[in-house]
């Protein structure tokens, strides 16, 4: 099978060898640099130097085929994901064959996309076949209908059935992110029997850390942990050992709770149970982790009103599409400032120094305020904030901001008297640094907190309405300041 | 020994039991809003109604007691985590005696500071005799050096020289995070043989799912998972059923990078090794999470200047220094921003126009570069950036620049236009918004790329940095186009 492969993909890969070596210089940098496989994970039975020796002597393509092959299926799918279109495809090209169903469920979204529009609906077909109804549930709507619904012809109805379900349930919920794989023994069986019916297994489902205990009703009772399995006499019976206290989960609980959860209380998989107790699916510890994952980066990027969808190598077209939302709200609350300071031209025109002046007052009021804004994302992620609590942080926040503003404050107001030599002025924009910073710390708060209470995600975008107000606020503070007292 | 802890927590606690309302309020506002165990976790064993209804009709502080004592000891964790300082310590008091030692390590660093001066030596002494060797290395550095060294020295010798050789680890490697627990099994061993150790011992360390195979030498040789010993005969042995591809780790690797080894290779334990291949500890999931929760939440948090360090309840104080560091920074890099500007102020007397317009530019250049720099610091924070697709990545932020600094350049042309009436105005400030936006992708992918080259963190500051380019060069490029072409 592997042998027949590789005289396939030859084929295909000595039209294009000068770019196919560019591709394997790429996955052997990424070996190297990037400790993929044999930097930081040793296999032992594979010892990193004849690998590369063999990289050295051998012809490109044979090398980019065994160096392929020899890699771990996430591997082969972090390398696909950050190569650049055309690499991508190549790679993918060749592995696509044997391991794509398990790639397409490792990439991200929009990466996803791009290697399933490069597949004849036979090939796609083909990968397809290579998923269960989980891994099905879990791309399902990224899929094109007509080949997800061939797919499902060939399902068992049981699959079917629980793919249907499960695409019901919302993406940040636990019922979108639960698998159906799980091993369930009656309360009233013996370990012995349990230990004879794991034999007549060849496997466990991935993550099997505990068996789930059912009564004769299918009611979930308990939980029976491997470990409980081993350490204990096999004569004894499943309802003395097992674990009665069990965090289950509910399938329209909150995914983010339920990672929480997971994190807190050390879980490596957990039972799903429906309002009546009974079992209906699994949740695991690596979908958790990917979930996080997933959930920490998009905070990054949602606070400089980025999509998540964006990737690497999305077109330039598509990115600048993605960032173009975000950049016109941006432009028109600028447009606002401006309007701003347009109501102050008559007193800038007497007094041009205030045009150098107050740049200073409206960056250090946005700084400030994003950095209160990143406090409160964090503090909201890691569910921290209550209506209790959020007034002994408002305080906090604006003494933090008193402490800032006046030694702010007083800076610039020694920098301004040093080049303009004016104490009124001096005093304007001392004043106007430390309003315009406790407003920054009250917008800080305000605008994470209030889209979480909007049940938007509180940091997408937040940065940007941030950086508006106080622009704004900041010119006005500083230019109406200055029409009252040096006019 | 709970009965007696109860009587003695009822004589603190009468005495401010108007506070403790308080507390008990937010205790109880956590498990109802926050679904801290009731809500997600549903422990079989106590249905919620039960509870709630019990703490209406009791009295408020037995109320606390049994709601504290009914918490898992990770919720008492996050439930002191979150409680602002009075209250914080009044829990602390109330629980340090039976789960001190655990709450210490999961809190997070300041708060572990401020529980651990709470105590009185005697107290700290008993907090600490909860804890083993591996707990100990893992707090160690924040703990007081007297009392360290008095736990020390009822160590055995074995967990002494572990913590010793923990302590030498850099926070960031897999050593430190590594613990010393695990099982370990010869490789010539029956299943049988195996399966009657286990049942010898009382429990196992916590993540146990493989077992770890040595040989007669010491030398790590397979890992055999509990599952393959629960699905094989008892009468195989041990080399038989093991398995030799092993993804293990050395002491020195760093920990992100094994963090994504776990989160690739859907690890829940893995061994560590030194250079000769012998087995010398364990990293576990719970850990790896816990690192990437971390780790994510700091970049949040670095982007705009603030120290990981400070937390909810640090005071205002404490907060200001924490993030001043960054905001002289900042208003260093605005007085230049401010000196650019005062360069023209001849060419703004003559057109009071351009002070009203000239924020529009830095603002939208401001804002566009923080998009570039979230992308590439969730690029470098997943591994996607390689020496060859960062010149790709350049080509394709610069083509982005291009199209959204075009569409900027012509409403902001226009805007301009509306308002003023002066075309070659309009050329000036739609050509500067172009050229700005164009500028700020380039600094917005070289600031997080270069800090990580410089093995700085690609996040610290780099919205700090990257807003201070934008302004400065924004202004100059603006009215240096208006003085070119205007005056």
Redesign the interface.
Known sequence: MMVRYAGQALMTVVKTQDKMT?SI??VQ??LE???LVE???????TPRHDLVEALVHRQHLAELHTKLNKL?T??LA?VI????TEDRMRVWQQVQRQHGGEILLEVSDSVLKHLVDSLSPEELDNTLKQLDGDDLAYIADLLPKEALQSRLETLSSNERQWLHESLHYDEDTVGYLMGSEMVTVRDDESLEQV?RT??S????P????KLFVINRRGL???ILS??N?????PDKHVHEVMA???????PE??AG??AK??????L?SAPV?NGR?KLIGRLT??VV??Y??EQ??D???G????SAE?D??S???E??KN??Q???I??F???I???V??LF?DT??QL?????????V???G???G??T???I???L?????????AR??VR?EI??S???GI??GA??GL?AFV?YHDPRLSAVIGIAMLLTIMLAAVVGLAVPILLEKAKRDP?LGS??IL??TT?SMG?FIFLGLATLFLK
């Not at 009665?244 to 509910?250: A, G, K, N, Q, R």
């Open positions: 560019e210089n790429l940098e990424l640099k990037q400790k930097g930081v994970v040793h296999h032992t039975d771990h996430a591997d972090h994901e950050i190569l650049p230990a794991l034999r297994r060849t496997s466990l991935g993550h099997t850390d979930l009772v308990g491997l470990q399995i081993l350490l204990h006499e009665s206290e069990i965090v289950e989960f509910l609980d909150d709770a339920a959860a997971f994190e807190r209380y050390d490596i149970v107790g510890v690596d982790m990917d996080l994952r920490a980066t905070d990054v990027l606070m400089a009103g980025v964006e690497l190598y077109s330039s077209w990115s600048a960032r173009a975000w950049m016109i941006n432009l609350t600028a447009f400032a401006s309007r300071i347009g031209s800038i025109a041009v120094a205030l045009a150098a002046l107050m740049p200073i409206a960056s250090i946005g700084n400030t994003n950095q804004v990143a406090l994302i964090r503090a992620s890691l569910g921290q904030i209550t209506s209790k609590n002994h942080l906090r003494g933090v008193l402490i800032i030694g702010m800076m610039a920098f080049l940091a940065s940007i950086t508006a622009d010119f």
